[in-house]
């Protein structure tokens, strides 16, 4: 029998094993990537919240400055209408 091809049961056991390793490893990889994925839906989302936040702080940095302008309007108002107070009260001692 001379063109007999003999398979061990090593030989068997061999490629067996070998098929199982490759299997875990994909298995690890596929494991591995899901794992990745999910922390980098998560940053996604941080980095999401951290522009929303940027906005909204811009917004209200916008917001306080329109603020104080009213403000400072208002002061200057305040003393307007104190200095048309005292040069009225001042005419009025004057005809006196």
Do not use: C, W, Y
């Not at 091809?5 to 591995?32: D, E, M, P, Y």
């Not at 996604?44 to 919240?49: G, L, T, W």
């Amino acid at each position: 029998m001379a063109g007999e091809v003999t398979i061990s049961l090593a030989t068997i056991f061999s490629v067996i094993g070998f098929f199982f390793q490759v299997g875990l490893t994909v298995a690890a990889v596929a494991f591995s990537h899901g794992a990745i994925k999910t922390r980098v839906a998560s940053i996604e989302e941080k980095i999401q919240d951290h522009s929303e936040l940027s906005r909204a702080v811009a917004k209200l940095e916008t917001e306080v400055e329109g603020i104080g302008r009213e403000i400072k309007n208002l002061r200057d108002d305040f003393r307007h209408i104190m200095d048309e107070l005292s040069r009225a009260s001042s005419r009025g001692h004057a005809r006196q």
